[in-house]
């Protein structure tokens, strides 16, 4: 799929078409940190990159190829984390190349797997109550609240929070499995 | 699926996010502590005003224990995304909380 299919209406200031590329877009941005993920905090990097890239999407002038966005997202991440690594003087990474990066950010995107959704959503149903509080906390928060927060929020002390948090994760990774669905490592970590 | 619930398992210097490391501690055989990389994977950052602004933990994290706060991320926000209605990660939400000024 291109996520360029989504350019117009984001040009337009629709923030939902903004989300929809950001749904295809995403992973692969992140990707492309991955070697800096030592010396700065992508997740950081990424969020402002996202953000930047809704900024600057008005001025954007698509090659022909694509997913254009995405590779432009790309840049601006790239570039955000070469200048994040020279403010925090943290030392360069080897094995930054932006060419492969930006070739990630060729490939079609893939469209979600209504099946794996489904399992997902399942197994997540046969969670224990305090596992599952604490999974729905965060994702309702959305990145909004920190942890501190949200362990107060459910009456729990941090690190409560956390052990559920991390039960709740586990949990879903062993149903998957079981499942035969395969599930990334560090997921059931 | 079964198991108990997680509820009761802070106890005096259980070696929480900032106390004593045991298992899985930077002290510990563990590497690093796994409840330091689960709160750090998460999508919870400040919002940044002059410059970036990083999870307050994340500097508490080894090299190898931010390496796989980048990989704990990467997996939960894939499966945030299918758990979403709209398929959108808590990453993605953020962002457009921040883009709709919601945050």
């Known amino acids: 799929m291109d996520l360029d299919v989504h350019l117009a209406a984001i040009v337009g200031g629709d923030p939902r078409a903004f989300g929809s590329w950001m749904s295809g877009a995403e992973p692969r941005v992140r990707d492309s940190l991955r070697s800096f993920a030592q010396v700065i905090d992508v997740e950081a990097v990424l969020q402002e990159t996202l953000l930047r890239t809704w900024q600057v999407a008005p001025r954007f002038v698509a090659d022909g190829r694509p997913n254009g966005l995405v590779r432009m997202a790309i840049r601006i991440g790239r570039n955000l984390a070469v200048s994040e690594v020279r403010r925090t003087k943290a030392t360069p990474t080897e094995g930054d190349d932006l060419e492969t990066a930006l070739a990630a950010g060729d490939r079609p995107a893939s469209v979600p797997d209504p099946m794996l959704r489904k399992a997902i959503a399942e197994c997540r149903d046969k969670l224990p109550a305090r596992p599952r509080q604490a999974l729905d906390a965060r994702l309702a928060s959305a990145g909004g609240q920190d942890d501190d927060d949200l362990a107060t929020g459910l009456h729990m002390k941090l690190n409560t929070f956390l052990q559920n948090f991390t039960r709740a994760r586990q949990l879903i990774a062993d149903c998957l499995h079981k499942r035969g669905v395969t599930v990334d490592l560090e997921l059931g970590a | ?103």
């Not at chain 2, 998460?42 to 224990?65: I, K, M, N, Q």
């Not at chain 2, 704990?72 to 709709?100: K, M």
């Open chain 2, 1 to 103: 699926m079964t198991g108990d619930d997680d509820d009761n398992h802070d106890s005096p210097g259980d070696g929480g996010p900032r106390g004593p490391r045991g298992p899985g501690g930077p002290g510990g055989p563990g590497g690093d502590d796994e409840l330091l990389i689960e709160q750090v994977a998460s999508a919870y950052r400040p919002v940044p005003r002059d410059e970036l602004r990083y999870h307050p933990r994340w500097h508490d994290l080894s090299a190898a224990g931010r390496e796989r706060a980048f990989a704990r991320a990467g997996a939960l926000r894939a499966l945030e995304a299918a758990l979403d209605p709209d398929g959108l990660s808590t990453t993605a939400r953020a962002v457009l909380a921040r883009i709709t000024g919601q945050r």
